[in-house]
């Protein structure tokens, strides 16, 4: 990855029992993305200091240009409320079906293609083989299925993929609207 060159983010939190993963993609010259991640895994208690993940986005954002950090609100609502306040560019993301249906088919299709690429990171490997597709009415999510292992990197990997490749309708009609005072 290249420092001071755009990436976005995607968190996945949870609190207890459950891993966390921090993914960040970034698009190469060659139009490939790559992709790294940090996972946390609970303490022996079963819990998980949120802190580390501010740290880490935190990081993220003095290293590289940070262009969106989604996360899902459900245990990261007010650390992302802290972070944004901090003045990086959060975007709530929430885990439901309509949203992470094109988030999972667009970052397979990447896959199958051999657009996505990360650094042999085995942990990372295991939570995107543990996923297992979840069929539903308009494609399939991610779900761990009956295994127990983890699956909260590929999780953000989906939603930090999705959301550097979406275009955002209204920034481009803002785009057209101030080139027409050209």
């Not at 901090?86 to 309509?98: A, C, N």
Request: negative net charge.
């Amino acid at each position: 990855m290249v420092d001071g060159e755009p990436v976005w983010v995607g968190v996945d939190v949870a609190l207890r029992h459950d891993s966390t993963a921090v993914v960040w993609v970034q698009q190469r010259p060659d139009g490939k993305w790559h992709c790294e991640s940090k996972i946390w895994n609970p303490t022996d208690d079963g819990s998980l200091d949120v802190s580390d993940v501010m740290a880490c986005v935190r990081d993220l954002a003095n290293r590289f240009d940070v262009r969106e950090v989604s996360y899902d609100p459900r245990f990261f609502d007010l650390p992302a409320q802290m972070l944004l306040d901090e003045g990086l560019p959060m975007v709530e993301i929430p885990q439901s079906l309509q949203r992470m249906t094109p988030a999972v088919g667009a970052t397979f299709e990447a896959l199958k293609r051999g657009d996505l690429l990360h650094s042999a990171d085995a942990a990372f490997t295991a939570h995107v083989l543990n996923a297992i597709p979840k069929m539903n009415e308009t494609g399939f999510t991610l779900s761990k299925g009956k295994s127990r292992g983890k699956i909260d990197a590929a999780v953000a990997l989906c939603i930090a993929f999705h959301r550097a490749n979406v275009v955002d309708d209204s920034r481009q009609v803002v785009a057209e609207v101030w080139s027409a005072f050209g």
